[in-house]
C-alpha cells in the first residue's frame, strides 16, 4: 500500500501498522495524525506513549504532536519519551519486585563511558578504540535479554573480556546503574504479568519512531508496554545503529509477522530534486530500487543543488564551508546549515574554523551548553536564584526541575552545568556567566545558523543546507568496516547524512590532513567519492555561483530559503499545496 496513491495510513483500522517512510517522506506527520486518529479509541484516563531514541528526536516528535493535537488533548492524552526514559520509568515504580533499589541514582551515557576510559587511558588511538569497542560489545552481548546480575556475570565470563568482567564487578559493588542495565530490568519488569498489565491499562497505544534502530530487546518493551495498538514507522536503509544494539533486519521481520505487510511512503515533502538525485544514487549502492520524488519539484530554484568538491587540505576545506554559510546566512538569515562529519575526529578542521567566525551564529552539538534548550533552562534558572546563590545550589535547582526518569535530559543538564562552572568561574558571577549565553527565540528544534555535528547523532534531523566534509577513506568508510556488513552500514550512514539537505547537498574531500603528531599526510578519496561525483553536477564554483543566484532572488524575511510551503498533514492527504507558516521545520 502506497499512501501517495492509496488511503492514508494513519487512519487504518488495523490495530498494528508499520510504515516504512524513506528521507523527508513525512514519518513524524503520520505519527501525528495516526495520533488523532487513536485518540477516538481510548478508554477513560488511558494515554498514548511515543517513544524514540533521542532528545532531539523527542522534541521533534513532541513539537509535531503538539502542533497537531493542541495543548490540551496533548498534555491530557500524550506522553513522549525515549526508550531508556520509559525503561527508568519502569525501574524506579517497580523496582523492589526483582529487589532493584528505586532510588539507586539514574545513568546517563557517559556512566559506562567513564569506568570504560580507566582501561583505555594511556593507550595510543587504535588500540584504545579496539579495546573500548571490545569492552561494550561483551558487556552489551551479556545484557541484550531479560537477563538478572548473576546471569550477566556468566555471560561475561564466558566472553574471556577480563575488562568487562571487572567493570560490572565493580558496578555491582558501587550499587549503580549503567545504561543498558535499565532496558534489562525493564524488559524484566515487563514479564511480570501484573506490572505488564499496569501499562496496558495505562496506554491505550504506543507510538514507535525510527524502528530500525530498536533491539530485539527494545521492540519486546514496546510490545509489552501497550496491547491494545501499536504503530511502527521507519526505514530500513537509515539503520545505523547495529553497534549500538539495533537489529534493524530481525526486527523487521518480527513487525511483519505482527502488523502485516507494511505501508509505503515514496513522496518527499522535505527535499529538492537535486538533493533526492543523490539519495536515489546511494540508495541504489545499498542494491535498493527507491525513486524518491520531489512533492513540488518546480517549486525549488534550480531544482536545489548537489555539489561536489575537493580542496588541497582541511584548513582550506574548512574555510571555503565557511564561506559558502556567510553567503548563505547573509542573504538567508533564517537558514539552517547543517555541517556533518562521519566521526568526531574529523570535524576538528571546521570546528575551528567556525569558532573563528565570529560573525556566524553556529553551535557544536556534542557541547550540552551549546543547546539552546539547556541555556534557556540555566538562565531562567539563574535568574530566580539569589544573587550570592553558588554553583552548588545553581546545580540542585536545575536538577531538581527535571524528571528523574529523563535520564537524557539529567545527563545533559549535568553536563551543562560542568561547562557552565568554567564559564563562571571567568565571569565572576553566575548572573555575569548567564549575561554571556545566547537563547534563540525559536519554536523548533533546529534553530537558524550553523550546526557542527556527527552523523548520528543528526538522525531524524534536516538542514535547508547540508555540508558534509571529510569524504575520504579512513573517514568514509570508517577505517575499522571491513566486512560486507559493516561496509552496508557505513553506506547507510552516507545516506543518513545527505537526506538531512532540504535544498542544498555539498560533500567535500581534502587531499591532505594534519596527524595528531602534527604531521601533514596525504588521504586517499573514499571508495564512494566516484559515486559522489556522479550524483553531484556541480563543483565548488558553481555551487558558489549558484547560492549567490539565489540571493537575488526576493524572499519574505521569516523565510530561511527559496523554496516550496511546507505542507501540513491534512494537505498532504489532500494532495494540495496551500502554504504553511514559512520557517517551520518539517519532516
Known sequence: MN????????????ANLLAIAPPGCGKTELLARRAVHLLGGLQPHQRILALTFSNRAKQNLRERLLRTLGPQR???????????????????????????DPNTPMPGRSTLADAISVFTKGLDVGPAINRRKGIEAALSAAKQGPYDDAEVRNALAASGNTFAQQIEAERLEEGIFHYEDLLRHAQ???RVEKIARLYQLHYGAVLVDEFQDMSPQQLEIALATSSTSRTFVGDP????????????????????????EPRRLTLSY????????????????????????????????????????????????????????????????????????????????????????VHLRSQRWDLAIENNTMVQRLVATVAQLPRQADLETLRETMLDGIDPNDVDTMEQATNALAEFEDLANQAGSLAAAAAQLRIVDEGSAIEPGVHLLNAHTGKGQQFDWVFVPGFEAWHIPDGQA???????????????????????????????????????????????????????????????????????????????????????????TQGSEGPVAAGTVSQ
Not at 496533548?74 to 526514559?85: D, I, K, L, Q
Not at 520509559?86 to 523496582?95: D, K, Q, S
Open 74 to 100: 496533548f498534555s491530557h492524552h500524550v506522553r513522549v519519551t525515549n526508550f531508556h526514559g520509559h525503561a527508568a520509568e519502569i525501574v524506579r515504580a517497580h523496582g523492589r519486585t526483582l529487589g532493584l
Open 270 to 357: 522535505r527535499s529538492s530534486p537535486a538533493v533526492l538525485d543523490v539519495v536515489n544514487h546511494v540508495a541504489a549502492r545499498l542494491d535498493e530500487v527507491t525513486d524518491l520524488r520531489s512533492v513540488q519539484p518546480d517549486a525549488w530554484p534550480q531544482g536545489g543543488a548537489a555539489a561536489a568538491a575537493s580542496f588541497n587540505s582541511g584548513t582550506e576545506e574548512a574555510g571555503w564551508i565557511v564561506d559558502r554559510a556567510t553567503d548563505i546566512l547573509s542573504a538567508f538569515p533564517k537558514s539552517t546549515i547543517g555541517v556533518i562529519t562521519r566521526s568526531r575526529w574529523r570535524r576538528k578542521y571546521v570546528d575551528a574554523a567556525f569558532s573563528g567566525a
Open 188 to 190: 524484566r519488569l515487563l
Open 237 to 260: 536503509l537509515q539503520g545505523i545503529f547495529s553497534w549500538a544494539g539495533a537489529r534493524p533486519a530481525q526486527v523487521e521481520r518480527e513487525l511483519r509477522e505482527i502488523c502485516g
Open 482 to 572: 571491513d566486512t560486507a556488513e559493516q561496509l552496508a552500514e557505513e553506506l547507510r550512514v552516507v545516506l543518513v547524512m545527505v537526506s538531512r539537505a532540504r535544498h542544498g547537498i555539498v560533500i567535500t574531500r581534502a587531499q591532505s590532513l594534519i596527524s595528531n603528531a602534527g604531521r601533514p599526510y596525504t588521504t586517499r578519496e573514499s571508495l564512494w567519492w566516484p559515486m559522489i561525483v556522479e550524483a553531484c553536477p556541480m563543483n565548488a564554483s558553481i555551487v558558489a555561483q549558484h547560492i549567490s543566484e539565489l540571493q537575488a532572488q526576493p524572499v519574505h524575511p521569516d523565510q530561511s530559503v527559496p523554496a516550496p510551503s511546507r505542507m501540513s498533514g491534512r494537505e498532504r
Open 3 to 14: 499512501q501517495d496513491t492509496g488511503p492514508d495510513p494513519a487512519y487504518s483500522p488495523e
